[in-house]
């Protein structure tokens, strides 16, 4: 049976609507939602557009008796931490996160995928090739696919990462204001900013997915202790997921609506972003192969020491397949 989770008294709140959310991106509260009989679930998501279907799955969760709580974060490492400490159910966030905290041994598990791309690798005016990023500022975000992805592919090129450009630790939502300054020569980051730099007249510098972790970015992760103790909820929120993640596949134009609502986000951007952003919520042979191949990246270039059994990263029991 589906149990009641309670809160603790900090900041995390309920949505009741995706209108009420729209303004702020923040939840909104409704004492009585916890009270109801209704089971709680806090959902921890970044202000991103492949993030956002966190945001819709209320809209599934009343016939499953089901209040959802979507707690924004920074970054995915402080959505790894929340789910380490029980403030948060469920995180759609990093695949890099998730192996990372899973090779230090948190309690923390893939349940199902979110979103393939949602990267460039953005430089600028005139820049037209790997090539052209030699002696550049790079920055990046540690840790990130996007890392990765950028040392894989200046590898590739010939390019010595950690000597021949200069990699420079930067939030996403920095980077396209940064380049615009001049004060960094590209980056690899995430949407929005990578079309919003575009739109400004930045160059994509090339395909930051030709490499052997592919597209693969976002998925749905929780604590592996839930999902042994309440699969039954573990499985109601997955199934929710899916419902959410291909309503906004099929109509484009209610994501790109729900997204600017929410974030405010210009409605150019989110039409250029969309194109480099693929929603999606199975755990196919392949997408399991791309991150296994990531944990092994991630080991060849240092960020963590031994990559975990795949097993221990994710879990394909809760997906309704490929």
């Known amino acids: 049976m589906l149990h009641h989770r309670l809160l603790a008294a900090t900041g995390i709140t309920a949505i009741a609507a995706l209108t009420l959310t729209a303004c702020t991106g923040e939840p909104t509260s409704d004492a009585a939602a916890a009270e109801d009989g209704s089971t709680v679930v806090t959902v921890a998501t970044q202000r991103q557009p ?73 430089g600028a005016a005139g820049m037209a090739s790997v090539e052209d990023l030699r002696g550049a500022r790079i920055a990046h975000v540690p840790g990130s696919s996007q890392e990765i992805a950028l040392r894989l592919t200046l590898e590739a090129a010939g390019i010595d990462p950690d000597s021949e450009v200069e990699l420079v630790s930067l939030g996403y939502a920095d980077m396209s204001d940064a380049l615009a300054r001049g004060d960094i020569d590209a980056y690899a980051g995430a949407e929005v900013n990578a079309s919003i730099s575009l739109l400004d007249g930045s160059a994509r510098v090339a395909s930051i997915y030709e490499t052997e972790i ?22 109601t929120v997955v199934d929710i997921h899916e419902q959410a993640t291909e309503a906004l596949r099929e109509d484009e134009d209610a994501w790109i609506a729900g997204v600017q609502e929410q974030f405010s986000f210009d409605q150019a951007v989110l039409e250029q972003a969309a194109q480099n952003i693929w929603l999606r919520s199975d755990l196919s042979t392949d997408y399991v192969s791309q991150v296994e191949a990531l944990g092994e990246q991630m080991v060849s270039l240092g960020a963590i020491d031994e990559a975990p059994a795949i097993d221990d990263v994710l879990t394909t029991e809760f997906v309704s397949g490929e």
């Open 214 to 235: 592919g597209k693969v970015n976002i998925g749905l992760a929780v604590a592996g202790s839930l999902a042994e103790e309440d699969p039954e909820l573990v499985q």
């Open 50 to 122: 492949h993030l956002y279907a966190a945001y819709l799955y209320e809209q599934f969760g009343d016939a499953e008796g089901i209040t959802f709580e979507v707690v924004p974060m920074a970054n995915s490492t402080d959505e790894l931490n929340a789910l380490a400490t029980g403030d948060v159910d469920f995180a759609l966030m990093g695949v890099p996160t998730v192996i990372s905290g899973v090779s230090q041994g948190q309690d923390v598990k893939l349940v199902a995928s979110g979103a393939d791309g949602g990267s460039g690798l953005i």
